[in-house]
């Protein structure tokens, strides 16, 4: 009789407990995602017009980077990515003449199609707002400021799942970088807009905690 009352009372719970995923992907999760990323800016970001006439390029950088995020529902979720300063060498007419340095944090607002499912592959998409902080910034013979940026972020990625925790993590930002900056060679100031908007590509992990 306590047999047949266990397992009775067994198969009543089952059935009111609603099924989840193997993998539980979806919402609540807090979660990190890390590794290298490269940072690759536009070509021709800009010039300094008469009477200097420089054509302005900054070059790829790579760093580590990390992200901590929040899915507030199986679909969407927030992330925030950050990094260490990444560092340009910046060619003017084709001379590396200048460097800078920057931090680009970046908020997104993110949707997983097949979020609360069991799938071991998960994409998303992400759309938010960048901004830089640049500092350190260097001109040979001479001096250069470049104003913080505001603008606008695009995201794709996609976990592949290795177990509740583990996923391998491969995304992709596009960030609207612009900047007024300021050239300051033997007493005479030179500005410039810049156009950074670089496409920022992250291989590595990601961990749900």
């Known amino acids: ?25 979806g919402e609540g999760d ?12 536009q070509s021709d970001n800009g010039d300094f017009g ?7 390029d900054a070059d790829d950088d790579s760093g580590f980077a990390f992200t901590l995020g929040y899915r507030f529902h199986d679909k969407f979720g927030v992330e925030l990515l950050a990094a260490q300063r990444f560092e340009h060498q910046v060619a003017l ?14 908020l997104t607002l993110q949707y997983y199609p097949l979020g609360g499912t069991d799938a071991r592959v998960q994409p998303y998409l992400g759309a938010g707002l960048n901004y830089t902080h640049f500092s350190d910034e260097h001109l040979d013979g ?6 913080d940026s505001w603008g606008a ?19 992709a930002w ?18 410039a807009k810049i156009h950074i ?6 291989g590595g992990l990601s961990y749900r905690f």
Do not use: C, E
């Open 1 to 25: 009789m306590r047999r047949a009352l266990l397992v009775s009372s067994l198969a009543l719970t089952a059935a009111l407990v609603p099924a989840t995923s193997a993998f539980a992907y």
């Open 142 to 147: 001479g001096k250069l400021d470049l104003d």
């Open 30 to 41: 807090f979660y990190t995602r890390f590794g290298v990323a490269k940072v690759a800016p």
């Open 174 to 191: 596009y960030l609207d970088i612009d900047s007024d900056a300021t050239a300051t060679l033997a007493g005479n100031d030179y500005d």
């Open 50 to 56: 008469a009477p200097l006439d420089m054509q302005i």
């Open 93 to 106: 007419d084709g001379d590396d003449l200048a460097s800078i340095k920057h931090l680009p944090p970046t």
């Open 153 to 171: 972020a695009a995201q794709l990625g996609i976990d592949l799942l290795i177990d509740d925790h583990w996923a391998l993590n491969a995304a």
């Open 197 to 202: 908007d670089p496409i920022v590509v992250m």
